[in-house]
């Protein structure tokens, strides 16, 4: 796992030990950041299941004025804060240890132009997590959010947000969502 593009290009991450993570692959990475390309520069971007915080460190490598990385489980956290340090982007890095639900709650009043949602595959997390963003109000009023899941997984999308595209890449979806009055 490594740092694609930006000022910590080729930077080598450090993974989560165990099998409780699974790491963006390179591919499905790319895709993400082709998408986000024109959106970067000088954003705020909330990854809410951030694991090994690759997504937020290449945000940051590439332009990202700021990312918060969010992670209930301690091992994650550990790797996250040794991967900023790596990619010397901790000046611009905040790092929670705290459920999603907990994030959105202290961070409510702040806007993100970029969500990350990468929760866990299979169930009604990514679902719920959606939910908490609209409840929670952070999303920038042109910005956008994006989703990986499985193929396999129903992405339900609020009532607020409309889906700008889908991505497949084998047996992985990401859904890029907006609100409804950027799509329209």
């Known amino acids: ?37 024109f959106r970067l ?32 489980a301690p091992k994650a956290i550990s790797i996250i804060r040794k991967n900023v340090a790596a990619a010397r982007v901790e000046d611009r890095a905040e790092v ?9 709650q202290k961070l409510q009043g702040q806007k993100f132009d970029i969500l990350f949602l990468d929760p866990p ?14 409840s929670f109000d952070i999303l920038s009023a042109d910005g956008i959010i994006i989703c990986e899941s499985s193929v396999e997984d129903t992405v339900m999308c609020p009532d607020t947000f409309s889906v700008y595209r889908t991505y497949q890449y084998g047996t992985i979806r990401l859904t890029a969502l907006c609100r409804k009055e950027e799509n329209e």
């Open 41 to 72: 520069y000088d954003a705020a971007m909330l990854d809410l299941f951030a694991g090994t915080g690759q997504m937020g460190i290449e945000a940051l490598s590439r332009g990202a004025a700021r990312a918060v990385f969010v992670d209930r």
């Open 1 to 37: 796992m490594r740092v694609i593009s930006g000022s910590a290009r080729g930077r080598i991450l450090e993974p989560v030990p165990g099998k409780d993570t699974r790491p963006t692959t390179d591919k499905v990475k790319e895709s993400v950041f082709n998408i986000l390309q």
């Open 121 to 134: 595959y299979g169930g009604e997390l990514l679902n719920s997590a959606l939910n908490a963003v609209e």
């Open 96 to 104: 929670l240890q705290m459920t999603y639900q907990q994030a959105l």
